[in-house]
């Protein structure tokens, strides 16, 4: 689709069976999910998987995570077992990722996995996208719809900001609700692992198992979506754990204090949480550096934080 003008559709009927039409024919999409806007193609076909890349500028080696309807469906992908049973009975549809051993006849293209023997699955919990897998009647691999590395969407103009002219179309259903994306649970081993920190609180999570969450460990690679150093950034530098800017500095805050733009002026970590990547698009615009207050590092600050690292961290020349 590079060099066509990006087609922004309603949440209509009649704009949402052009949106799965556009998918029917290869093409690649964005649209809202709970989390934030995701970059759709036709899970099972390479060529249409290729143009979310290309689109994206993403890394190979980087695999997605496919969006389907219900746990049912995401079965017939991946190996289930007890321990998925508990999380999609107790988080689906909702923020929430599994990483699970590929099905053999799984009909993924090998594109998605990036190489790897295990699938990342989601069962989203926005009703635009639940009504839109449904029509088009396929798994949907998404990544977050932005270029890679750069500020996650999570309003349509996030999307055409960086993306106009190199995808299909973009549904427009406002501001993502949760505004991080989803938190991954690989189940591939003996033991849970936390993947990535995100819209799901890992406490949460962890209650619901009745135990601990496994780390998984730096050295180990790419094994999930969202796991690369640098993610997620600004084109300006960020600097974090600041208690006041410095000059030429924007400042982003948390809780009652003066700043250029507040994640939450009550320290609430939902709010802050919804805020965040939308917040970073407004201060990039302003071409400054950003520095960002301290948020505490528990329930979804453990994402928020998560996130701001890998804005912060050095960069590929």
């Known amino acids: 689709m590079s060099g066509t003008n990006t087609v922004t559709l309603s949440t209509s009927v009649a704009h949402l069976a052009q949106a799965a ?13 709970e989390t934030v806007y ?3 193609a036709d ?8 143009k979310v890349f290309a689109a994206k500028g993403r890394p190979a080696f980087n695999p997605l995570i496919v969006h389907v309807p219900d746990a049912t469906i995401a079965q017939r992908h991946v190996i289930w077992s007890d321990t998925a049973d508990r999380l999609a009975s107790a988080f689906w549809p909702g923020p929430l990722t599994l990483v699970l051993p590929l099905r053999a006849e799984h009909g993924i293209a090998p594109l998605v ?3 790897l023997d295990s699938l990342a699955v989601r069962v989203p919990a926005q009703s635009i996208a639940q009504r839109l897998m449904h029509m088009f009647g396929g798994p949907l691999a998404a990544p977050s719809a932005n270029l890679s590395g750069q500020i996650s969407a999570t309003q349509a103009r996030h999307v055409l900001a960086g993306l106009q002219g190199k995808i299909a179309a973009v549904v427009d259903d406002g ?3 949760v505004g991080l994306e989803s938190t991954i649970v690989g189940l591939t081993g003996d033991r849970p692992v936390l993947l990535r920190p995100g819209g799901l609180p890992v406490e949460v999570i962890e209650t619901a198992l009745g135990h601990t969450l496994a780390r998984a460990g730096d050295k180990e690679g790419v094994t999930a979506p969202g796991q690369l150093q640098s993610h997620y950034a600004p084109a300006a530098a960020l600097r974090l754990q600041a208690r006041f800017p410095r000059a030429g500095e924007l400042l982003l805050g ?9 994640l939450s002026q009550t320290g609430d970590l939902t709010e802050a949480a919804a805020n965040l990547f939308g917040h970073l698009h407004k201060l990039d615009r302003m071409s400054a550096m950003i520095a960002v207050a301290p948020v505490p590092d528990h329930g979804l600050g453990l994402a928020i934080n998560d996130r701001l690292r890998r804005a912060a961290a050095p960069r590929d020349t």
């Open 113 to 115: 996995t990036a190489g």
């Open 43 to 50: 899970a099972r076909s390479g060529t249409a998987v290729a």
């Open 21 to 33: 039409n556009l998918l029917t024919a290869g093409e690649c999409i964005a649209f809202p999910t």
């Open 254 to 262: 948390f809780g009652p204090m003066d700043c250029d733009l507040n």
């Open 175 to 177: 501001p993502c609700p």
């Open 38 to 40: 995701g970059l759709g």
